[in-house]
């Protein structure tokens, strides 16, 4: 027989059988995504990576029996694989019907903890169609029972045919990645979301991922015991910057709204705009009213801190005083499993409830996961809260004015105080045109994402304002405290050049010194009613947010382990670290090997002889910088949190928090609580304040043409408050 005969003959008898039961996979494989999981698959091109990415991994997997020394052993693996393969499939179609999310390695690993998961009533959740999952594996079974009695001995060159499948899937693999990475860059590195790896690469490719990751936490968390909580107490002693007299305290009791201003930059404060009109318009007027109030404590030097998990590093920061992970996101990397001290556990012991509002799936950034961990009692996501259509939503989520409209329904049955988390996406990148939304004549530029990116910030500032007029017209406004803070940088370093003009730059100058200055964001603490607010100059960033909101609502967090410092503290440092270690103070910027004079932008080590006090000073920044960020590590990799419990706090358990129902599970509790409950609702004598919600969003009946006389009405009222507040 020749070399040819024996290849053809080995191609027959091995691949045949081999094929059959990859193709059979991956067809059922693609049914189950398009029936079983809400994959949020648009267009023809993610549908095209759907159908393909289970090939490469069923293909590799069933491919790893073809090493077997002959025909019968070969089958039989390929019959286990298969087995297993399906049984992962179902496992996971069961839990996503459940949870609306895939298991992870843990959750595989301990079975108890997977059956608890799944709960006593598992065997409800199956479907009759359930069979067809198993069909395909009957089938091959099938087809191996009719073969095995003549199977024969492979030729000698089975186990280059066996390599070579091995490798021919990897490389459909990589083109896969390739592929996916098109549509969503740095999507393994960032890690939105688990439903973005199955979308893109498929339900074994997120198992190994999961796999992976979950052994690089486990690895240092194994390694680290409660005596790496000595040097993170020492830092968190020395480091602690006493709370200011004047301030501690004034917003005592009161709620607490955090608004995420999702890509808001602070150069759009106070900033003005020709229109084509020739009329001068300001970008975002109430945003720049509640900067300028006599009730705020505005930041003029506020940075954000985020990197890769972007969205969710903010939220971290925000919440915990502790960074990111310099590489993807601690949210999806450590975030569900970590223990936390977070703002909304903090101040449960005082009495609060706690809730986040976002229109967008709970499972992006593992937020489902995530919230539980720092103690959030209610979620309201788009699976279960909010109404979503072609027309009133985004890539992200749902428009930010019918966002806040459709919230104050769960807000109002909140137990007060609270503390709450909105979380806006209409001024998202990449600022999509909407003509339905399109309120201010958008810049001509080059580049369509700059002039898209006012017209979308305009709208947010838009729908901002209406949320603040109802939380005054229904009686919230003047018991709540409002933080309000832009997540991070809308526009990238690489088209700031094209933006340096509309902001009052020269783009032949910009470098990098004027990259790191941009990097402010808003940051405004709006407490109505106290009169003593004003613009402050001082250096921070996001990881100062939880100790400054904590202590103007009175409460002393000298115990609490937090890295940032009170932003109105007299004995604060004023240095600011970003997680790629550049440092940013009152005096200088460091970045890289380049330090820059704060004001002037003037490179020091380029105009000066560096002497060798200058070199001191501006090593120990970078020290200081440094420090903070280690400990911050120390933290979140080892899980350090759990060998300490500051006084007065209870830990979170999570056993006893759901959000598969937030909406019912509120409205549960607010029965519960019947004639004691201190809700708005309550208040009102149960009738809603919904109604009284006023919004001039196109998408709604009624309001395909912006109501003229709203917006002048709120023109009227802002000025009245402008001429009050100059008197």
Request: glycine share 6%; hydrophobic share 40%; charged share 20%.
């Amino acid at each position: 027989m020749s070399l040819f005969q024996k290849i053809k003959e080995t191609i027959r008898e091995n691949f045949g059988f081999l094929s059959i039961a990859v193709v059979l996979f991956w067809l059922k494989t693609y049914l189950a995504y398009n029936i079983e999981f809400s994959l949020g698959v648009e267009g023809v091109y993610q549908h095209f990576l759907l159908l393909i990415n289970p090939i490469a991994s069923t293909l590799f997997i069933f491919g790893l029996s073809l090493f077997f020394s002959n025909s019968k052993s070969r089958y039989r693996a390929l019959l286990v694989l298969y087995f297993l393969n399906s049984l992962l499939l179902f496992s996971n179609i069961l839990y996503y019907r459940e949870f609306s999310d895939f298991i992870t390695v843990k959750t595989i690993m301990g079975s108890s903890a997977m059956m608890n998961g799944l709960g006593p009533g598992v065997f409800e959740m199956f479907s009759w169609h359930d069979i067809f999952y198993w069909v395909d594996f009957f089938a091959v079974t099938y087809l191996y029972r009719k073969k095995r009695s003549i199977l024969t001995q492979e030729p000698q060159i089975k186990k280059r045919l066996a390599v070579g499948t091995l490798v021919t899937a990897l490389l459909i693999f990589f083109a896969n990645l390739s592929l996916a990475e098109i549509d969503r860059p740095q999507l393994l590195t960032r890690t939105f979301d688990r439903n973005y790896i199955v979308k893109y690469l498929g339900v074994n490719v997120y198992t190994l991922y999961d796999g992976v990751q979950t052994a690089k936490a486990n690895s240092v968390r194994a390694s680290a015991d409660s005596s790496d909580m000595a040097p993170v107490l020492d830092y968190v002693d020395s480091h602690f910057a006493s709370p200011n007299p004047d301030t501690f305290g004034q917003a005592e009791g009161r709620n607490v709204v955090y608004i995420h201003l999702e890509s808001m930059q602070q150069f759009l404060i106070d900033l003005e705009m020709r229109e084509e009109s020739g009329e001068v318009s300001a970008v975002t007027p109430f945003l720049n009213e509640l900067y300028h109030s006599a009730d705020s404590y505005s930041f003029s030097n506020f940075f954000h801190q985020t990197a890769q998990g972007k969205t969710s590093d903010a939220e971290l920061l925000l919440d915990n005083s502790l960074f990111g992970l310099p590489q993807g996101s601690a949210f999806t990397q450590l975030g569900s499993d970590n223990t936390f001290q977070a703002g909304p556990q903090i101040l449960k012991s005082l009495g609060y409830s706690s809730a986040v509002f976002h229109g967008n799936v709970g499972s992006f950034w593992d937020r489902d996961n995530v919230y539980k961990s720092m103690g959030y009692d209610y979620f309201f996501s788009s699976e279960t809260s909010y109404t979503l259509t072609p027309e009133n939503s985004l890539e992200y989520g749902l428009k930010d004015k019918l966002f806040f409209q459709e919230s104050v329904q769960y807000l109002e049955q909140m137990e007060q105080p609270f503390y709450s988390k909105f979380i806006t996406v209409s001024n998202h990148f990449p600022f999509p045109a909407d003509e339905m939304n399109t309120v201010f004549d958008i810049p001509d530029t080059s580049d369509d994402t700059i002039n898209g990116y006012f017209n979308t910030v305009h709208y947010a500032d838009e729908a901002l304002a209406e949320f603040f007029q109802y939380m005054k017209d229904s009686g919230l406004y003047d018991n709540t405290v409002f933080v309000l803070y832009g997540d991070h940088f809308g526009i990238s370093n690489s088209r700031n050049r094209t933006l340096a003009p509309l902001i009052g730059r020269n783009p032949n100058l910009w470098g990098d010194y004027h990259n790191a200055m941009v990097q402010r964001v808003p940051f405004i603490v709006h407490v109505p009613g106290i009169g003593t607010g004003g613009i402050n100059d001082t250096y921070g960033g996001q990881v100062d947010v939880l100790p400054t909101v904590l202590h103007l609502l009175g409460i002393d967090t000298k115990s609490h382990i937090q890295v940032g410092q009170d932003l109105l503290s007299k004995e604060r440092d004023d240095v600011v670290v970003f997680r790629n270690g550049n440092v940013i103070t009152p005096e200088y910027v460091s970045l890289g090997t380049n330090v820059y004079e704060t004001v002037t932008g003037r490179n020091i080590f380029v105009d000066e002889e560096l002497t060798p006090e200058l070199y001191n000073e501006i090593a120990a920044i970078r020290e200081a910088g440094q420090q903070q960020l280690y400990i911050s590590d120390q933290i979140l990799n080892g899980d350090l949190l759990r060998f300490y419990t500051p006084a007065n706090f209870e830990r979170v358990d999570k056993s006893q928090i759901s959000y598969l129902n937030s909406p019912a599970q509120l409205q549960a509790d607010l029965a519960e609580m019947g004639i004691k409950s201190t809700s708005l609702i309550s208040e009102k004598d149960n009738v809603s304040t919904v109604p009284l919600y006023q919004t001039d969003a196109p998408e709604l009946p009624g309001n395909q043409l912006v109501d003229e006389p709203l917006a002048e009405s709120r023109e009227n009222e802002a000025a009245a408050e402008d001429t009050k507040q100059q008197n």
